[in-house]
Nanobody, 116 residues
Framework: QVQLVESGGEWVQPGGSLRLSCAAT???????MAWYRQAPGKERELVAS???????NYADSVKGRFTISRDNAKKTVALQMNSLKPEDTAIYYC???????????WGQGTQVTVSS
């Protein structure tokens, strides 16, 4: 059974930093790892993704502030978030997709709140 567990979400003041982590079990041959977020009243959106080879993609709203990284051996993905803004407040979800499979596995989400 595939399980993704996120951690690191919490309250932080604007301008602060957080590091989210996600660890996977029960999954092999991971092609893409990604972070999504969903703010209250808004649709879920892609924040950042990273391929097995390390190619990254970022939403325009987080470019230059967020950095996604992964450890293939440990099956983990991290999201370093700097210069946080109130509009970054959301539940952040980690996802992973295997090669040759359309299925996307999701974690349970971790809450990030940016406010003064």
């Amino acid at each position: 059974q595939v399980q993704l567990v996120e951690s690191g979400g919490e309250w932080v003041q604007p301008g602060g930093s957080l590091r989210l982590s996600c660890a996977a079990t029960g999954i092999i041959n991971i092609q893409t790892m990604a972070w999504y977020r969903q703010a209250p009243g808004k649709e879920r959106e892609l924040v950042a993704s990273i391929s097995q080879g390390g190619s990254t993609n970022y939403a325009d709203s987080v470019k230059g502030r967020f950095t996604i990284s992964r450890d293939n051996a440990k099956k983990t993905v991290a999201l370093q978030m700097n210069s946080l803004k109130p509009e970054d407040t959301a539940i952040y979800y980690c996802t992973m997709k295997r090669y040759f499979s359309p299925a996307n596995y999701w974690g349970q989400g971790t809450q990030v709140t940016v406010s003064s």
